[in-house]
């Protein structure tokens, strides 16, 4: 069966550190992955998606970036966090089987 | 630009009761469209809509779309306090092999005894 992994799940970082959350998927190949950040009260917003190795499309401008190294890992980074980078962020891929789309467990960033 | 708003923003209802959410939608080439759950972490997958007028039901939820008039309800009937949670209504647009997920900000849903 298809599980998606994401880590750390709670995270408390200054402001312009670096970031980097990493998303692995097992028991699928070539999957579509995603980056979504839900701020405080808000719905889930779409920063990456990618439809295969070394394929990254961005939707938001921001100073975040992702990555993706191997086909089952999505890493999300940034060189120097904001204070507005604080949210939630959850990895998912979309599944072809009708079932839509699988989300991570989630990360919650805070930027202090 | 796609959109998707949902309605009310929070309820409060007491156990017993009945919920009717609503999710209101624009989206370029839509495709289907989701309700998720979402308690502490991430949302779970509750249905996937994408013909009008029928309805699919899972023990005490139901959900059924409308595409001429673009919206789609999630109703919740006899209510329990493990329904409290963020519902999220998603519409999935797009063509080709490119899905473009659209997302509302949700509705709160807090279940009392």
């Known amino acids: 069966s298809q599980t998606i992994h994401q880590w750390p799940a709670t995270l408390v970082q200054p402001v312009g550190s670096p970031l980097s959350l990493e998303c692995t998927v097992e028991g699928t190949s070539n999957p579509n992955l995603y980056w979504y950040r839900q701020a405080a009260g808000r719905g889930l917003q779409l920063l990456f998606y990618?439809?295969?190795?070394?394929?990254i499309s961005s939707e938001v401008p921001q100073n975040l970036s992702a990555s993706r190294p191997q086909d089952r890992q999505f890493i999300l980074s940034s060189k120097k966090l904001l204070l507005s980078d604080s949210g939630f962020y959850l990895c998912?891929?979309?599944?072809?089987?009708?079932?839509?789309?699988?989300f991570g467990s989630g990360t919650r960033l805070t930027v202090v | 630009e796609d959109k998707v708003v949902q309605s009310p923003l929070s309820l409060v209802v007491h156990e017993g009761d009945t919920v009717t959410l609503n999710c209101s939608y624009e989206?370029?080439?839509?495709?289907?469209l989701l309700w998720y759950k979402q308690e502490k972490k991430a949302p779970t997958f509750l249905f996937m809509l994408?013909?009008?007028?029928i309805e699919k039901k899972s023990g005490r939820l139901s959900s059924i779309l409308d595409k001429k008039e673009l919206f789609s309800i999630l109703n919740i009937t006899a209510t329990q306090t493990g329904d409290s949670a963020i519902y999220l209504c998603a519409v999935v647009g797009g063509s080709g092999g490119y899905q473009k997920v659209t997302f509302g900000t949700g509705t709160k849903l807090q279940v009392i005894p």
């Open positions: 989206v370029t080439n839509f495709r289907s």
């Open positions: 998912a891929w979309r599944s072809d089987r009708g079932y839509g789309y699988t």
């Open positions: 990618s439809v295969g190795i070394g394929q």
């Open positions: 994408t013909s009008s007028g």
